[in-house]
């Protein structure tokens, strides 16, 4: 009688031992949140939603997240969240190449920042709009929106978003070939680094 060799269990490939690298993406959370009727639960995972699709560059479900997000803020009447949701849905256009979109998702969230005196977001909201204009060879735009982000940065006592904003001032510049102005903003970054 033929003898047969034994059979051994099939080994599982490397591949299939390998752990899944997919992001888990929090619409399980979402589900639940609706059904319990928790709108500032519902409110958080969208925004986690649209914060995990840009990360992907699934800018079309990001957005469409980030404004269901801020469609929600504003229903609750949540002003500090609404300008954080429309800064993040800005912070998408921005990624995604639309500028006109960001822009226009920043000045609101500028104004929400101004109504609620919150400085550091007015700066660094100036700071986007600065580099947005600057990309666009907007200079002069751009100009006033980091000389604003500089006065403000002034007022809080905050060196680290002085000197961004002088060293964006002297591209501003330099693009312009003002090599004489562009200059005078290293020297003066020079300083905010070795007061």
Known sequence: MASHPAKWPRQRTQQSRQPSHRPHLPSTDLQITQEIGDLRGQAHTLGNLATAHATLQNFECAIAYAAQHLALVKKLGDHPHEQTALTNLGNIYARSHQPTAAVRCYQSALTLAQTLKHQAAQADLHDKLGY???????????????????????QQHDLSLQAK??????????????????????????????P
């Open 132 to 154: 947005l204009h600057l990309k666009q060879h907007d200079w002069e735009t751009s100009e006033y929106h980091y000389q604003t982000a500089l006065e403000l940065a002034r």
């Open 165 to 194: 904003a002088w060293n964006n001032l002297g591209a501003i510049h330099l693009f312009q070939d003002q090599f004489s102005d562009a200059t005078d903003c290293v020297n003066q970054l020079s300083r905010q680094r070795h």
